[in-house]
């Protein structure tokens, strides 16, 4: 089926700024609660949200084969489940009564009333119910980064790092999406010095920029997923967020790795960009020295081209941009880690999320963690208010933003803002 959605001559009758993430080639999915209370799957254009469960029921999706209930329900899930051959019919459909040609729509006052929102009157949602959730960590330039930190300078990545996408199942009932505030977490740390543990809250709390890729139904109980048709399973991506306690984590790592330090919030933008939408933003992925086993080599370009960045707005003040990275820079990428995953035979559902781990790049502006950007707090970020951040402070809003770009169109993920409270009390 061809991508007729992607076509980059096409405008909408609907206006859409030119610096819009969301142009009529994007169509990307969520959920939203509209103005009548009513929670329904929709996709945007520009500044418009639009009810596909109402375009659906006014017969604007005849001739694809969708059951009737399908838009109709307050997750994707089943959505995804239905495969790629779904989710490229309903993009191409949309485009198609959304184009600036096409007055089936455009003229009908009524139905415009039914199915289009302004942003103002609906509510995002979480798009997905996240059965399970894997985070990677396979950015090479962070794992030198926290390697050099924490261990040897001179031997900063772990024998294993370059042969196998290193990754660990995280606690999916904490992830949230865009403008749910979350709580400082407590625990147990290892003060400097000390010889005994103590308990309170975490003093280090860090954002890590990431971006993460939804499953759809892909395999079963012992069945592998080879690294050439991995891509099919893939359904879109989002911006994502995996806070980090780092002083817990630190204290409870070894020898099971994450626990505490990681489970208590994650938080992931609320539109899914689909693969298909990004399709012309593929780049080549870094080149892998030594290189991966069979069953992990790719050939043609799997990475995208995906400028991410992360900003910090204290309370009451102005965001002050902390870091500009990219996804290109990933060195192991999506089919990989979703062949590695399953391998061993472990079955992917739909609306499992796969995280990538903190994106950094090669330079001192890009790193995806205030880990990195204040090297272990002895660098202090200024604020434009004049204050310095080591971490994140309790009130601040973390905002993440993502988008790719060339002559013809922008794609974009649109923000994700998180505030910190302080821990949490009765």
Known sequence: ????????????????????????QNIPFGVFLTREHIITIGTRIGDTAIDLGAMHQLGYFDGIP???????QDSLNDFIADGRKTWRAVRNRVAEVFDSENATLRDNTKHKEIICFR??????????????????????EHATNVGAMFRDPENALLPNWLHVPVGYHGRSSSIVTTHIAIHRPQGQTMPEGATKPVFGPSKLVDFELEMAFITTDANDLGEPIPVSEAEEYIFGLVLF??????????WEYVPLGPFLGKNFASSMSPWIVTLDALEPFRVESPKQSPKPLPYLQTKGKHSFDIHLEA?????????????????????????QQLAHHTVNGCPVNSGDMMGSGTISGPTEDSYGS????????????????????????DHDTVVMRGYCENDDVRIGFGQLKTQLLPVFKK
């Open 1 to 24: 089926m061809p991508l007729s959605a992607n076509d980059p001559n096409r405008t909408s009758w609907l206006y859409v700024n030119k610096y819009s993430d969301f142009p009529i």
């Open 66 to 72: 969708l059951t009737d209930d399908i838009f109709l």
């Open 119 to 140: 942003l103002d009157e609906i509510e995002m949602q979480m798009p997905v119910h996240v059965g399970d959730y894997t985070d990677f960590y396979s950015s090479k």
């Open 241 to 250: 967020n995996d806070w980090s306690a780092r002083d817990i984590q630190k």
């Open 311 to 335: 900003g910090i707005v204290p309370k009451g003040g102005k965001e002050t941009t902390v870091c500009k990275t990219n996804f290109k820079y990933m060195y192991w990428n999506m089919a």
């Open 370 to 393: 205030m880990l990195e950007l204040t090297w272990k707090g002895t660098k202090p970020l200024k604020m434009k208010d004049g204050t310095e951040r080591k971490f994140i402070n």
